[in-house]
């Protein structure tokens, strides 16, 4: 008897194919050879039986469907004997765990220095997206005080429409005189009446309804120039040649506003007539919250009536979009340093045999994941790590914002840049680093023929070829896998 | 594989059958009487743990006879140690197969 008597039939045919693509590769024609041949015994067993046409088939793709579970076992088999010898390399943990402490040092440093930690917290103000700062248009960058108390009093009656309370505040620098005669001089805001309260800060002195202006100090301040006088809340207090009462202390993170302050000054009364006309300051104002209102968003332009005459341009911005700055630099930043990272290194990883059964999709993931993994463990330092610089060296909100951009861009190209740089030095097995270079053929030798670096993996997975000169024909660097043979080379081979 | 390990009812049965002179996978079927999804997979355990050894048989000797030439499977020295400590475990298995008889192909 000959297979051409028995020849397989279409469906045990097909059974028998589809079931081999689950058989590692390397093992396949082998495999296929032996369900075929036993298929064979099958088939001549039931001719010799004269078992009808339809049982015969039936019973050869019943035994044919077995083979499925024969190629899933050596499937399986193949993937824990891969995920038991080929175990990621020690530099690729270290290089994890050190991305790793350095996104914790940026987060634990941002929350160290209370100004970044007050620009990560969310804002103590209520209603943030209705609270407006207005500035001349084109200055709300330079966070100078360039509004003018006369301003509030002309727009207050005639701004109704749009707005349902403004308030000011504006920088002074006083000597502030104790009982002690101690006389500190100190960076005042003096603020209307109405700001804390429109911004929602509940004060808790005792004296919140003197007659007197109010002050309150930073903790700061408090443990400089206060602590050792007996100073209380209720206690007189000169500043400059006006008498005030001292009112407490305004807790760490309450004061987001523009400007950096000692002390602030709570005008008494509702007509803040104590603050001149002329006062230089901040004009910050609550938006009516209405349909017509919410279409212009979160900054827009208006022109405005002066009490000269004029009519004056000039810029608002709403304190939730102050507050989302650093993020929207964050992002801005990333997106440039992408759109330049490919002038500084090249983007491909590199060519990788598709079809190479030396290594399964469990191992390409994994090469895949560790990428992932440092992109994901650089993006947080690098917020955390510009948030730091830059809030800790400069004073001015614009002046942080500037070293933001600067430090983020910077950061974020060159740790991107290092990133791919790495990943394309690593061997895509075990992702150990490759090592010993070596110099291989002569340009001025061979025109045509192939001329760059080889680097190695120490644990036999294959050779990375980097061209010196790209060519259309050898572009980017080149893995080549090692087979078995080569095993005996190395010490401790797959 | 060490001599005292435990093997299950069936890839025990499977031993058992290669030692009565069942060597090829299909034999191993009709001598059990267990589908060709246990068997052969049990065979590869086997195989992986050293108690069974595989070799192909010679292309000249299949074309003399008009088949495909099989994959023949024989016990190894560990393999003849686990049947032995098999049979005290599962002593009605000695009884099923019979003495070792080779198969004439």
């Known amino acids: 008897m000959s297979l051409s008597y028995t020849p397989f039939s279409l469906v045990s045919g097909t059974l028998l194919r589809s079931a081999s693509l689950l058989v590692p590769s390397g093992q396949r024609s082998s495999w296929l050879q032996e369900w075929r041949s036993e298929l064979w015994y099958v088939n001549r067993s039931s001719l010799t039986e004269n078992i009808p046409f339809f049982t015969r088939e039936h019973q050869a793709a019943t035994f044919c469907l077995g083979a499925f579970h024969d190629a899933w076992y050596l499937r399986c088999e193949r993937k824990a004997l891969i995920a038991r010898t080929v175990r990621t390399s020690r530099s690729a943990l270290r290089t994890t765990a050190a991305l790793f402490v350095l996104a914790v040092l940026s987060f634990v440093a941002a929350f160290l220095v209370p100004r970044v930690r007050s620009v990560l917290r969310p804002s103590p103000y209520r209603d943030t997206r209705n609270l407006v700062l207005i500035s001349p248009q084109g200055t709300m960058d330079r966070e100078a005080p360039l509004m003018r108390m006369r301003y509030l009093r002309f727009w207050r009656d005639r701004a109704t429409h749009m707005f349902s309370e403004i308030a000011f505040y504006g920088p002074i620098v006083k000597q502030v005189r104790t009982a002690s005669h101690h006389t500190p001089e100190l960076h005042i805001a003096r603020v209307s009446s109405n700001l804390f309260p429109m911004l929602g800060i509940q004060s808790s002195s005792p004296v919140a309804t003197s007659e007197l202006p109010i002050l309150l100090v930073s903790p700061a301040t408090w443990q400089r120039q206060f602590h050792d006088e007996s100073v209380t809340p209720g206690t007189a207090i000169k500043i400059g040649i006006r008498k005030a009462i001292f009112g407490g202390i305004l807790p760490d993170g309450q004061w987001q506003l523009p400007g950096s302050f000692d002390a602030w000054l709570i005008e008494s009364g509702s007509d803040t007539s104590a603050i001149p006309d002329t006062a230089r300051g901040y004009i910050l104002a609550h938006r009516i919250s209405s349909e017509e209102n919410e279409k212009l968003g979160g900054r827009w332009n208006m022109a405005a009536p002066e009490p000269d005459g004029d009519l004056g341009n000039y810029e608002c911005i709403s304190l939730s979009s102050m507050e989302s700055t650093p993020v929207r630099i964050y992002l801005f930043t990333i997106f440039l340093a992408l759109l330049a990272l490919p002038a500084t290194t090249s983007i491909p990883l590199g060519e990788y045999p598709l079809g190479s059964e030396h290594i399964s999709w469990a191992l390409r993931l994994r090469r895949w994941m560790f990428l992932g993994i440092k992109f994901s463990l650089l993006l947080p330092s690098i917020y955390f790590g510009s948030l730091d610089l830059a809030y800790s060296f400069s004073v001015s909100t614009s002046g942080a914002q500037y070293i933001q951009i600067v430090t983020s861009f910077l950061m974020a190209l060159f740790s991107f840049r290092w990133a791919l740089k790495d990943q394309r030095r690593r061997c895509p097995v075990c992702l150990s680093t490759l090592t010993n270079p070596a110099r291989v053929g002569e340009p001025s030798r061979s025109f045509l023929g192939w001329n760059g670096t080889e680097l190695i993996c120490t644990d036999g997975h294959g050779l990375l070829h980097v061209p010196e000169l790209p060519t259309s024909w050898f572009a980017t660097q080149r893995w080549l896998y090692l087979d078995s043979s080569w095993s005996s080379v190395f010490i401790s081979s797959v | ?105």
């Open chain 2, 1 to 105: 594989m060490a001599a005292e390990a435990k093997l299950s009812h069936t890839a025990a049965m499977i031993l058992h059958a290669i030692h009565a002179g069942s060597i090829y996978g299909f034999s191993v079927m009709e001598k059990t009487g267990l589908p060709s999804g246990t068997v052969y997979p049990a065979l590869r355990r086997l195989e992986r743990d050293s108690l069974i050894r595989s070799e192909w048989e010679k292309q000249s000797v299949a074309d003399k006879e008009l088949r495909p030439p099989r994959k023949y499977y024989h016990l190894t020295r560990a393999g003849h140690v686990t049947l032995e400590a098999s049979q005290r475990r599962y002593p009605l298995l000695a009884k099923l197969f019979a003495s070792p008889e080779k198969e004439h192909v």
